[in-house]
DNA sequence: CCTACCGATCGGTAGG
DNA sequence: CCTACCGATCGGTAGG
């Protein structure tokens, strides 16, 4: 694809520019929801003007746009596929929560977000749907291959344990951003799945 | 209370509009979030401009409040106290999921409002801080006087099990509003609650 | 509770 | 990528 031909110095420093933006706005709608984040906020983040932003980006839609799919391939390099995995992935997810932990303002982000796109009028409804659904995909894949292989406690049920382990982490972190959270995240979800495996994670 | 005193024809038409107003916010602010509702919009659910809204409500601020009041006024009403009765107290748990469901608006208000809240400079930030520390307060108190009458399986910890709990019920809203919820948030508390209890629920 | 208005801020465009 | 600008919209106020 065109991301590997080599790039000449002007390229080179529009895909910075970019990346730099990119941040800013992550920044910027991780504090302030996407609605309330004015151009002006993200591109003083960014240094430059507003207008300068809207030469990078043609809308302020499609730079939201771009900081989900930033977010997307930061995920898919960090966690390669992994629903055929079975209760190695879902020790996985205990450890996307610890890492969540170090990630305040991507935590907030998807938080503000997922919630501000639960209407459908909001551009960012699709994407999160989509999301919602791959994710759920990926997470009963995971719990139906652990139990064929002997590895879930009788009654566990992967069409149910997949939204509620889903569900439980969404939840977690709107109580951890709020700082009312009494214990740490990846504590509550492994002790949430030793509830469900034969063997216990670590 | 002043609330009990018998009113005259004007203070009767001032708490209707009061009331009016309030249920047209309600409706925007689950619709859009606090900061992206206008008062227009309000105002115009309400049948009224924007400065007869103001002339009830001194400030956008204001009128927030109000809403988060009247829902805890009511909350009060369906559910009072609850947190010594035990595992009828997590019974009233699913329940509260099941009524949810029939209350899209005011799930998508405090799934949209309970997100926007995390940032400490949200003037809802402390309202949704003490509310999930009321939450939580109840609810654990709710799993000790379960567990001290030998209704809880062994390993279930309360003061565990009661984030876990909140957690999952706000996450499940989030993907309920989405859509992508495979089953009712009513049943999966419940196959969750019975995992925790001696006695299975209904 | 309305009309009329205020300054501030919004996303986006023109032109360089 | 900037300056300068556009029309639209915001919360709030004056005055009745």
């Not at 990926?138 to 149910?160: F, K, M």
């Amino acid at each position: 694809m065109s991301d590997s031909a080599p790039l000449d110095g002007r390229q080179q420093r529009g895909r910075d520019t970019r990346a730099l933006i990119v941040d800013a706005a992550m920044a910027q709608f991780a504090e302030s929801g996407y609605r309330a984040s004015s151009l002006r906020d993200i591109a003083a983040r960014a240094g430059m003007t507003h207008p300068g932003v809207l030469y990078h980006f043609p809308t302020k839609e499609a730079l939201l746009m771009a900081v989900l799919q930033r977010r997307d391939d930061e995920g898919k390099k960090r966690h390669p596929v992994l629903g055929h995995l079975g209760r190695e992935a879902l020790a996985g997810m205990a450890r996307a929560a610890a890492h969540n932990e170090t990630q305040g303002a991507m935590v907030e982000l998807y938080a503000v977000l997922s919630a501000e796109a639960t209407g459908r009028d909001h551009p960012a409804h699709d994407y999160f749907v989509a999301r919602y659904e791959s994710l759920l995909a990926t997470v009963t894949e995971a719990y139906t291959v652990a139990r064929d292989a002997g590895g879930l406690r009788d009654g566990v049920e992967p069409d149910v344990a997949a939204p509620q382990l889903i569900a439980l982490m969404d939840g977690l972190q709107v109580q951890w951003l709020m700082g009312t959270l009494p214990r740490s995240m990846a504590r509550i979800v492994a002790d949430h799945l030793n509830t469900q495996l034969v063997e216990p994670l670590p």
